[in-house]
């Protein structure tokens, strides 16, 4: 159905907008920027920072650009002496309330309500200081999430997220008044509560109010120290994202120069987590195999279908807090960087010759809730902790700025080897429904000895940003030791973003489904989207990240996780083969319940 | 006396599963059992399919829904502007010295919680005080005591 166009005139030139538009978006049709802070692209209208108020004429009050839509004949000034004056007020008034320490400040430069303050050339306080004293108690509970309550203008971006996005509402809008705040349930500290450390309210923070735990000067200590072998692995989603941190433009691919500037920060070795995101594949394949065998052959009926990824920590975590009663769903399989951790710890200590309590084994991640997955009692199969620090890309970002590093005019370096090799089914776990493509493309060719029936590899009814996907691949003529496999249609679905899983475990849980496979990726778009990626994040954004992706993956010389030749030689050396007593002992873990609210 | 939860069902089975019974079912268990405990938050979240949060969330927002242990009879004398020309100091300091608690305290007993209120819209008729949901007007120090006292005698 079309919609009426409707007539209104801004700063005197007019347009015609369809009907429903908002005043705000209607004045960046005709390129006139209002200031926003409560407003984002992924959430819902909000109109509570009022600082995109404009001036309607013949209406008594200013409107909230944001939440106001266009009517016919409207006549709109974004900037007219009392929407300038009222604006800047209102910037003071946040900001009275708000801890507007800056320079000490985690999010000192990379802050939307800072940006405001520069721009209208806020002076000396005119409004009483009302920060609380209590709310200058940072929670560090969590090993991911920062809270500062002085730093919040409650905008509720984070709340918003955490129950639009995400459904899960660790984070509510508690008491009123003056002593409403941004909190928990019973204003119990970050790591008490149902929050998944997916880190997505620290991507929509305007201010520093959440940020993310950060370990740059552990990470730093740890290269300087001599005693030390540092050594460090960059997830897939890093070299699409990291340039827009140092001033390249969204979507442009960092790999090489990624690789050259951890070098330079003085790392002992530059590794891939896309290597052991190979080895995922390996053993998760080869898992699925397994259990599908299990279920159809053997006709067991305590295997359990559909099996889950468990790539994303985020999404483990609310499958504990959530659906408690399904963690037998979810693969065993560590995440590539819990791999990375313990084979870097042994088999990769050995044969560098590094005692593996003298390694540190940092990861570059775009996620925060790999903080506290590194961190899991679990995750210390080496003997050691396997994971050390985990930095996000704005970390690397920031440390590569410290380093006095110039990184765009930096010359492209490869990973060192081994444990750097990688494919480009590795590349594209960076994306949603990536893990479940680089699956097939590895588990259909094990069953029939072909390659997937897709157009050069690319499986693209499991590729896009549509919230819940799903697919049927119909399994022909295959190996005579899989023939139980024969005409077998395997189902599998994708959701990425907290809130498609919930609906997608719904369906699985009332039977309404019958998936074989299943990911999930706790964050929208997947890890290119996680909560550690540089800021802001739109779905425009995303889209042009996940392209650069699905291109480095086109580009990689291999594109089939189970022909890495690293991955090869570690089965043979070391591991046996996939799901090997060794497998078990280093590469798969175990979940526990918690509480659900 | 019902159990928490038990009270909880009972008050979800009553008004109904879905958003807009929160408040009644707060106020409901508010009136059993003075105040919302952890367990009973936790269990209208688990009942109405709502993060605890966002129970928690309602639950502070509102003056009468406390979330700390009250005493069986609540006693909030107003404390805004007409009432405070009228002698509200006295009352309070009176039935703070007679109860031996500060305003925001609780007896030993259980039996009092002593809180402060914004206008209860009695002002021609100050000062004046809620006891649970009596208003008590025109009150003198000694008509105060007196109040409490009947309380006192009927409480156990």
Redesign the interface.
Known sequence: MSKYLVNLKINNMPIAVEEGTTILEAAKKLNFRIPTLCNHPDLTVAGNCRVCVVEVKGARLLAAACATPVSEGMEVFTNSEKVRVSRKHIVELLLSEHNADCTKCFKNGHCELQDLASEYRIGDHVFLDLVKPESLIQDISSPSIVKDDSKCIRCQRCVRTC?ELQG?????????GDHQKI????NKPMHE??CTNCGQCINRCPTGALTERNYIEEVWNAIYDPSKFVVVQTAPATRIALGEDLGIPVGERVTGKMVASLKKLGFNKVLDTDFTADLTIMEEGTELLTRLKRALVDKDEKVVLPMMTSCSPGWIKFQEHMYSDMLDNLSTCKSPQQMFGAVAKTYYADKINIKAQDMVVVSIMPCVAKKFECERPEMRDSGYQDVDYVLTTRELAMMIKQAGIDFNKLSDEHYDSILGESSGAAVIFGASGGVMEAALRTAYEIVTGREVPFTNLNIQPVRGMEGIKDATIKIKNVKPEWSFLEGVDLHVAIAHGLANARQLMEKVRKGEAAYHFIEVMGCPGGCLGGGGQPIPTSPEIRKKRSEAIYQEDEDMPIRKSHENPEIVEIYKEFLGEPLSHKSHDLLHTHYKPRK?? | MLTTEALVKELVEKNGRNRNSLMPVLQGIVQQEHYLS?EA??CV??ELD????????TA??YTFLD?VPRGKNIIRVCKTITCHMKGKDEIINTLSNALKIKVGETTHDKKFTLLTANCLGWCHKGPVMLINDEVYPELTPQKALEIVEEYAKSTH
Not at chain 1, 168 to 176: D, E, F, G, P, Q
Not at chain 2, 50 to 57: I, K, S
């Open positions: 129950a899960v509402s660790a984070l509510a809008v508690v008491n009123k909190s928990t349930f019973l509560v149902v659900r609210y | 952890e938050l936790l979240a688990k709502l993060a605890a949060a966002d129970v928690y969330g502070s927002f979330t």
